[in-house]
Nanobody, 119 residues
Framework: QVQLVESGGGLVQPGGSLRLSCAASGFTFRNYHMTWYRQAPGKERDLVARITTDGGTTNYADSVKGRFTISRDNSKNMVFLQLNSLKPEDTARYYC????????????WGQGTQVTVSS
């Protein structure tokens, strides 16, 4: 069955780094754009970064530009999010989403991984 499994979250001090991973299975990964979202308690789920099927185009929320980097490895069916210069306001649960490159309504979500930035 379709699975997206995020990992790599944790507790980190301000200024620190984390690398999140999302492992995909059960669908043809290379045909899906991949997006990282995050949701803090009491807030909406917001787009963080997006990468197209071949990795040729990436987009970022203004709040993370220059600090976060999204990448993917189609040979391993994985997408990554490198988080640098972390701030307390980056604290949230981070989710990956797969969206079909043609039929955008075909999409899948993972269960998320918690990132907490605190001293």
């Amino acid at each position: 069955q379709v699975q997206l499994v995020e990992s790599g979250g944790g507790l980190v001090q301000p200024g620190g780094s984390l690398r999140l991973s999302c492992a995909a299975s059960g669908f043809t990964f290379r045909n899906y754009h991949m997006t990282w979202y995050r949701q803090a308690p009491g807030k909406e789920r917001d787009l963080v970064a997006r990468i197209t099927t071949d990795g040729g185009t990436t987009n970022y929320a203004d709040s993370v530009k220059g600090r976060f980097t999204i990448s993917r490895d189609n040979s391993k069916n994985m997408v990554f999010l490198q988080l640098n210069s972390l701030k307390p306001e980056d604290t949230a649960r981070y989710y990956c989403k797969a969206e079909h490159r043609i039929v955008g309504t075909i999409s899948y979500w993972g269960q998320g991984t918690q990132v907490t930035v605190s001293s």
